[in-house]
């Protein structure tokens, strides 16, 4: 097998204000464009799969098959292994992995997911082109990334539009692409894969509730987590600066009309057979 070479920075980390958001995350709520593909028999791959809970997901709904966890970060897999025994989930199991070398054969998976991850890796492409590779022929390549300039939220308040520009300058110096949503599709067309469907989907946040969650995480994140120490170390930000971005964020949450809105894109790659 090829050696990993994964050589992108994850901006985000995993401080709890982050692992706080990728466990909300469900198959419902964050790969519904999938769901419909799915059979109870299928072998699926969850590469970058955090704390498990989508993967989970997965796993429960194909009870006859089975499903394989992989992340770079081997600290966050206890989580994932804890979520799976909670559910009593039997048919899933977790290994660390670097999606640009997977150590699986040729065809090992009917199924080959990916949330988040792209915009996170230093060659999107070729880490396609190896979902790919591991994927069986008329199998399905799978793939779901926000889009940081697409997002878009009301009223206007002075400091988001500040941390938006921090937060893509900071993501590209470390080897990501903060606008993967968008590219998806054509990064798939470069990987080979020739039968692609591209669709978009939202997270919004609005109700009080959401707004509180939403701008807690985020305000958090800025001042406390991985992001924050890159943007001070890279020479893009002051710790004064994060902690006046940290406080737009609580200013937005406190707004009652108070929106935003999150895009992704999405591609469902049937590989030729």
Same mark, same amino acid.
């Given at each position: ?16 204000? /982050? ?6 995350? @469900? ?29 989970? +997901?997965?796993?429960?709904? /194909? ?34 992995? +670097? ?5 699986? !054969? ?15 890796? !230093?060659?999107?492409?070729? =880490? ?11 199998? *399905? ?11 878009? %939220? ?11 520009? &921090? ?7 470390? $080897?990501?692409?903060? #606008? ?6 054509? %990064?798939?067309?470069?990987?080979? &894969?020739?039968?692609? @469907? ?8 609005? @109700? ?7 701008? +807690? &995480? ?14 001070? #170390? $890279? ?12 406080? =737009? %964020?609580?200013?937005? !949450? ?12 999405? *591609? ?6």
């Amino acid at each position: 097998m090829p050696k990993a070479r994964e050589t992108a920075v994850y901006t985000h980390g995993h401080h709890e204000s /982050v692992l706080r958001s990728h466990t909300w995350r @469900t198959a419902e709520n964050s790969a519904a464009y999938l769901l419909g593909s799915l059979r109870p028999r299928l072998r699926v791959l969850d590469v970058g799969c955090g704390p498990g809970t989508i993967t989970a +997901d997965l796993a429960a709904l /194909v009870p006859e098959g089975r499903v394989t966890g992989v992340d770079r970060a081997e600290g966050v897999l206890d989580r994932a292994r804890a979520t799976a025994r909670e559910r009593g989930l039997t048919n899933v199991e977790f290994a660390v992995a +670097d999606v640009h070398a997977l150590e699986y !054969g040729d065809g090992t998976f009917d199924v080959v997911h990916a949330h988040q991850v792209l915009q996170h890796v !230093g060659d999107p492409v070729g =880490a396609l082109r190896e979902m790919a590779r591991v994927t069986r022929p008329g199998g *399905i390549v799978a793939a779901r990334d926000s889009d940081y300039a697409a997002m878009t %939220w009301f009223p206007q308040v002075p400091g988001l539009d500040a941390w938006l520009d &921090l937060y893509r300058r900071v993501a590209r110096a470390g $080897g990501g692409e903060p #606008d993967a949503g968008r590219r998806l599709k054509a %990064w798939a067309r470069q990987a080979g &894969l020739t039968e692609v @469907t591209a669709t978009s989907s939202t997270w919004t946040y609005t @109700t009080p509730e959401e707004r509180r969650w939403w701008s +807690d &995480l985020w305000a958090e994140r800025t001042v406390a987590s991985s992001y924050a120490r890159l943007a001070v #170390d $890279g020479g893009h930000a002051t710790e004064e600066q994060l902690a006046e971005i940290a406080e =737009a %964020w609580r200013e937005w !949450g406190r707004q009652e009309d108070g929106f935003f809105a999150v895009l992704h894109g999405e *591609i469902l790659c049937r590989k030729n057979m």
